[in-house]
């Protein structure tokens, strides 16, 4: 309750309120009780961006194409900083991908469905 009580006391400071599509659980994201909205996730990373330690953020992101658990993805190689998740029935990637035109973007996408994992290849399309 501590914690929960904590993280929401951090979003109210950052965006004077707590996004209503979060449901917090036991803090770990390997919850099937925890819910975020992708948008809500955009909005968190479009803050981050602006944050004094983004560098170390995209640092920590794998890659497309080249490490961690983007290494086998089919999206162009080098063009996108994401996180993945993963549980049963659920697949997810979110972060920066680096458009044509030089610009980032900010990229979120969650599936939910009995055979979730099967999106890989439309996420990859979509990172693209």
Do not use: C
């Not at 194409?65 to 049963?88: E, W």
């Not at 990637?93 to 044509?100: D, H, I, N, S, T």
């Not at 979730?116 to 693209?128: F, H, N």
């Amino acid at each position: 309750a501590q914690s929960r009580a904590a993280v929401e006391d951090w979003l109210r400071e950052r965006f004077g309120t707590v996004d209503a599509s979060l449901v917090l659980d036991n803090g770990a994201g390997l919850s099937r009780e925890a819910r975020a909205s992708a948008a809500f996730f955009t909005r968190l990373l479009q803050r981050a961006w602006a944050d004094p330690v983004m560098p170390e953020l995209m640092a920590s992101l794998p890659v497309s194409g080249r490490d961690g658990t983007l290494r086998r993805s089919r999206a162009m190689a080098g063009q996108a900083h994401l996180k993945t998740g993963s549980l049963r029935d659920v697949a997810g990637l979110a972060g920066y991908v680096l458009g044509e035109s030089g610009r980032r973007y900010t990229f979120v996408a969650i599936v939910n469905h009995p055979n979730a994992s099967a999106a890989r290849p439309a996420l990859d399309a979509l990172i693209d």
